[in-house]
């Protein structure tokens, strides 16, 4: 379906902001308070004439979504709930079609949206933190499949670090709707090279092992998340059995919970019990690499080496989930403005444009961002929200990343509130800048689960 020429100025650009659903709701809204209902079934069927170069046979989704919303506004209660229930039934590409609250004139409508949205968008948050998978048969180059898995899971895997010839390495790759986790682990045991995660890029490294890499003695995938046994270590009558995790390097885990009573083991046809079965650890994971921690099992005097050992346990990942745009238009307005998105709502409390002695345009704004989730887990790990992405949008698509730094202005219960400084902006009338907040929309506590076996050493003796 292809563009039109647009009869007014500027709706091309806003189409590109707000999607077609939220252009023709703004033009809807001003023609129903002139002409009533008849005046916004004309406006959308001249919407569509004039969007439209190719008529299609059946209406399409955006043309399905307006009409949903403006039924949301009927006079007839089962309308209105018909209309919300096949709007939830469209599932997460609604997200993206949905018109922003400020351009809904019908308080009741309004409503209904902002329940629809964060209904889906804790449903897509709670799907987003699953494995992702690869299909991809035959061979190909290094360069190639590292390329086709990014595509395919949204998980970034770099060669360029590797020696020149490596990434035009030719591998034959099987992989049928699997995990990424075990292709990493297949296309690393084939090549013989090695993996790392780069924090700052979000990515994984492919690299050539060095001289103190070792496999692990165990691993274990599960879900979106690699839990790998590294060591289990005699000392006197304990074991140390020595762990680390892993997230897809598309997620943002922001601290691992390990609760020791949550683990058992067995050596042979012995149960080992727990060193210290009340130890709890919490761990930072908001670099993304992978995070170690140990859990230590009393051996006792009786031998266990050469038996097999057997480790289950559960640790819990608090998850940032399902990064999406928080967008805030007409900066010039004195009011307080909050957008809700899943669980975490950020608002706008003030906004201020300026201009220095020196001439420099400047821009001031006042955020609060508070997630449901509080408690004092999320106040000692809270820092990741000060690095989420903020930045101006202009009209014509120009983006100016905060330039000025950032002060903190409050810190509560699950929520923080911020200012952000910009400098240098460039000649812009302040009412045609939006500022854009990503928020992640729902933080949640993922449970990870597995067992490893291996061959028990034999514990040290107390001389």
């Known amino acids: 379906m292809k563009n039109a020429p647009f009869p007014f100025a500027g709706a091309e650009s806003t189409l590109q902001e707000e999607g077609l659903t939220a252009v023709m709701l703004r033009f809807c809204n001003t023609f129903h308070r002139s002409a009533g209902v008849l005046g916004v079934s004309l406006l959308l069927l001249a919407c569509e004439l004039t969007l439209c170069a190719e008529p299609a046979d059946e209406p399409d989704l955006t043309d399905q979504i307006a009409g949903y919303v403006e039924s949301l506004s009927s006079d007839a209660l089962a309308e209105r709930t018909a209309a919300e229930r096949a709007l939830l039934e469209i599932g997460p590409p609604l997200l993206d079609l949905l018109p922003p609250p400020d351009l809904i004139d019908d308080p009741a409508a309004r409503d209904a949206l902002g329940r629809i949205r964060q209904q889906i968008e804790i449903e897509a948050a709670e799907e987003s933190i699953g494995a992702t998978h690869v299909t991809l048969a035959g061979e190909y180059s290094l360069a190639e499949i590292a390329a086709e898995i990014s595509r395919q899971t949204g998980n970034t895997v770099v060669v360029d670090r590797l020696p020149q010839d490596v990434p035009a390495q030719v591998v034959d790759v099987q992989f049928d709707e699997t995990p990424f986790w075990e292709c ?33 003695i165990a691993a274990a995938t599960r879900g979106a998340f690699r839990v790998e046994l590294e060591s289990v270590a005699p000392k006197r009558s304990t074991l140390r059995a020595q762990m680390r995790i892993v997230a897809e390097p598309r997620l943002r885990p922001l601290f691992l919970s390990v609760t020791d009573a949550d683990f058992s083991a067995s050596a042979g046809h012995r149960e080992l019990s727990l060193f210290n079965p009340n130890a709890h650890t919490e761990l930072p994971m908001t670099s993304r690499e992978p995070v170690e921690f140990a859990v230590i099992f009393s051996a006792g005097n009786e031998q266990s080496g050469g038996a097999t050992m057997s480790i289950d346990g559960r640790v819990t990942i608090h998850t940032a989930a399902l990064p999406r745009e928080v967008r805030f238009r007409d900066l010039t307005a004195e009011t307080r403005v909050a957008r809700r998105r899943g669980g975490v709502t950020v608002t706008l409390t003030r906004s201020r444009f300026g201009t220095t002695n020196a001439g420099d345009r400047t821009g001031r704004f006042r955020l609060t961002v508070a997630y449901d989730t509080g408690g004092p887990a999320f106040e000692s790990h ?47 009338p302040p009412q045609e800048w939006e500022l854009v907040y990503i928020a992640s929309t729902l933080l949640i506590d993922v449970p990870v689960e597995f067992q490893f076996e291996s061959e028990a050493p034999s514990a040290e003796k107390t001389e």
């Open 184 to 216: 990493i682990a297949e296309l690393t045991a084939t090549t013989e090279l090695s993996w790392s995660i780069d924090g700052d890029a979000h990515a994984l490294v492919l690299i050539d092992p060095g001289p103190d890499d070792s496999a692990p």
């Open 382 to 428: 809270r820092t990741w929200i000060y690095h989420n992405e903020v930045y101006l949008e202009a009209l014509d698509g120009t983006r100016i990343a905060v330039n000025d730094g950032f002060d903190t202005t409050a810190q509560a219960d699950g929520g923080v509130g911020l200012e952000y400084r910009f400098k240098e902006l460039p000649d812009v």
